[in-house]
């Protein structure tokens, strides 16, 4: 028997930084990214990335949240980024909070993120290719993808998208 995609049931821990996965939290069914963050001694976190009706006041858009022993079902990392063609769905200046964007700086996709581990929210970025956590993107120059989503691709190259994400206001 032969499964498409291949998933692979695991727990928290067992992942590696920037691998994806779903993980129910609070009771909704969310899309996360495994995150590592070097300036606080390496602690592993999770992004919470979505989709929008998995968030609420707690839960955030892009949420750093600590990790915890959980089954999650996991993609690893071989899944693939889509951009948006679109010239509305790009903008240099950072979007509103609540809104979920991919940045792409110096060749890099970055998903902006919230961390919440020092007692107040800060701003930072996840590098999606290795999870991890920067406070200070490298450059200033910058662009934000409103629309994006993830896809993994099976063996016959079929593309199985695991989250889309529409922008602003998008549910």
Not at 48 to 59: I, T
């Amino acid at each position: 028997m032969k499964m498409t995609p291949t998933p692979t049931v695991t727990r928290f821990e067992q992942l590696n930084p920037g691998d994806l996965f779903f993980v129910e939290i609070q009771e909704r069914s969310c899309v996360a990214l495994k995150a590592v963050d070097d300036e606080r001694d390496g602690d592993t976190l999770m992004v919470v990335l979505g989709p929008y009706s998995s968030f609420n006041e707690e839960v955030i858009p892009g949420i750093l949240l600590s990790w915890k022993a959980a089954t999650v079902v996991s993609f690893s990392n071989e899944f693939t980024v889509s951009l948006p063609t679109e010239p509305e769905d790009w903008t240099t200046t950072a979007p509103a909070d609540g809104v979920l964007p991919l940045v792409i700086s110096d060749g890099d996709i970055y998903v902006r993120a919230v961390s919440d581990v020092y007692g107040r929210r800060l701003k930072c970025f996840v590098k999606i290719s290795n999870g991890r956590v920067i406070y200070q993107p490298r450059t200033s120059i910058s662009a934000y993808a409103l629309k994006w989503g993830l896809a993994i691709v099976d063996e016959r190259g079929e593309l199985h998208p695991i989250l889309r994400m529409e922008g602003p206001g998008a549910k």
